[in-house]
């Protein structure tokens, strides 16, 4: 065991945009709760908000991480591993804003549960069109953390792997977004909503059903 004054930083990994209690964070989680028992000060370095890498260029992919983001947090903090960084890619803000909202807000506070974030997130950032958005959010997120279908692919990034965005989540996600389009009418909103059609595009293009 290190003594109290020895603070160790341990790089997170395993899948972001599952819980760590997921199948695919088995490996990290573990590794998580034999540091916490040698070294009484952890600090984290995180990937999470990197979207992107040399393995994939393009910053359109959606990737739905708040929940994970929320239980992660709340564990690192219950073993005293909260403190720490996160590397990031702005270039992906406007295609993922919830993300880069969730992460600080969870890690500054997480006496927070990820619906509450998603809803201030969404009412804030969507206004009008908030509905549909967080339900197009929704219809991403639920499904793959109730099958554990991993967004990690080679690398820091995220990509449409098999089984992450079936032909029933395409369905719903472009229900979703026509209704949310039909809803903005602030510019500011109509920019917003457009960025989201512009990755859903992408993804029905490039999705691995």
Same mark, same amino acid.
């Given at each position: 065991?290190?003594? $109290?004054? +020895?603070?160790?930083?341990?790089?997170?990994?395993? %899948?972001?945009?599952?819980?760590?209690? %997921?199948?695919?964070?088995? /490996?990290? @989680?573990?590794?998580?709760? &034999?540091?916490?028992?040698?070294?009484?000060?952890?600090?984290?370095?995180?990937?999470?908000?990197?979207? #992107?890498?040399?393995?994939?260029?393009? $910053?359109?992919?959606?990737?739905?991480?708040?929940?994970?983001?929320?239980? @992660?947090?709340?564990?690192?903090? /219950? #073993?005293?591993?909260?403190? /720490?960084?996160?590397?990031?890619?702005?270039?992906?803000?406007?295609?993922? =804003?919830?993300?880069?909202?969730?992460? $600080?807000?969870?890690?500054?506070?997480?006496?927070?549960?990820?619906?509450? #974030?998603?809803?201030?997130?969404? &009412?804030?950032?969507? !206004?009008?069109?908030?509905? =549909?958005?967080?339900?197009?959010?929704?219809?991403?997120?639920?499904?793959?953390?109730?099958?554990?279908?991993?967004?990690?692919?080679?690398?820091?990034?995220?990509?449409?792997? =098999? /089984? &992450?965005?079936?032909?029933?989540?395409?369905?719903?996600?472009?229900?979703?977004? !026509? &209704?949310?389009?039909?809803?903005?009418?602030?510019?500011?909103?109509?920019?917003?909503?457009?960025?989201?059609?512009?990755?859903?595009?992408?993804?029905?293009? @490039?999705? +691995?059903?």
């Amino acid at each position: 065991n290190y003594l $109290p004054n +020895v603070q160790m930083e341990v790089c997170l990994y395993g %899948s972001p945009n599952l819980p760590i209690t %997921s199948p695919a964070n088995t /490996g990290m @989680k573990l590794a998580f709760d &034999t540091w916490s028992q040698r070294c009484s000060r952890l600090a984290t370095y995180d990937y999470s908000l990197l979207h #992107i890498d040399y393995w994939q260029g393009d $910053p359109r992919l959606p990737v739905p991480m708040v929940a994970a983001f929320v239980e @992660k947090a709340q564990y690192l903090a /219950g #073993i005293g591993a909260l403190n /720490g960084g996160c590397q990031a890619t702005d270039v992906s803000i406007q295609y993922n =804003p919830w993300n880069f909202y969730a992460y $600080p807000r969870i890690r500054w506070n997480t006496n927070q549960t990820s619906d509450q #974030i998603l809803q201030e997130f969404f &009412t804030g950032y969507y !206004q009008e069109a908030a509905a =549909p958005m967080l339900a197009y959010y929704k219809a991403m997120e639920d499904h793959q953390v109730s099958n554990n279908a991993n967004m990690h692919f080679i690398g820091y990034c995220y990509w449409a792997n =098999p /089984g &992450t965005f079936p032909l029933f989540v395409l369905n719903a996600m472009q229900t979703n977004l !026509q &209704t949310a389009q039909s809803l903005a009418t602030n510019w500011y909103v109509i920019n917003r909503v457009n960025d989201a059609t512009n990755c859903f595009d992408w993804l029905d293009r @490039k999705s +691995v059903v």
